[in-house]
């Protein structure tokens, strides 16, 4: 599975962005995905998971609230509402598969490019 991550963009603290994850691959709807993200000099981190048919969805604490994780199979694609955006949230967003439940990056693979998320302040 190829994806490719894409939406980011520079904006202020308090707006929203909506990133998307497609890919060409016909298996998409086999599995569950995530949302990770990294900031410069940090590792990174888990934002956000959603089962292969959307009916379950976890996120990070530091995230509730604001972003949504949601999927569109018909157009293999992945979504992740970014709501009442801060600069903390600046960071590389990468979308990425998993065959299990998880939160943590290893079980994940198939990671995108990603794509640059500023908030500025």
């Known amino acids: 599975v190829q994806l490719q991550a894409s939406g980011g963009g520079l904006v202020q603290a308090g707006d929203s962005l909506r990133l998307s994850c497609t890919t060409s691959?016909?298996?998409?709807?086999?599995?569950?995905m995530g949302w990770f993200r990294q900031a410069p000099g940090k590792e990174r981190e888990f934002v956000a998971f959603?089962?292969?048919?959307?009916?379950?969805?976890f996120y990070a604490d530091f995230v509730k609230g604001r972003f949504t994780i949601s999927r569109d199979n018909a157009k293999n694609t992945m979504y992740l509402q970014m709501n009442s955006l801060k600069p903390e949230d600046t960071a590389v967003y990468y979308c990425?598969?998993?065959?299990?439940?998880?939160?943590?990056?290893?079980?994940?693979?198939?990671w995108g490019q990603g794509t640059q998320v500023t908030v500025s302040s």
């Open positions: 990425a598969v998993t065959p299990v439940e998880s939160n943590r990056e290893a079980d994940f693979g198939s």
């Open positions: 691959g016909r298996t998409f709807s086999s599995y569950a």
């Open positions: 959603i089962t292969w048919s959307g009916g379950r969805t």
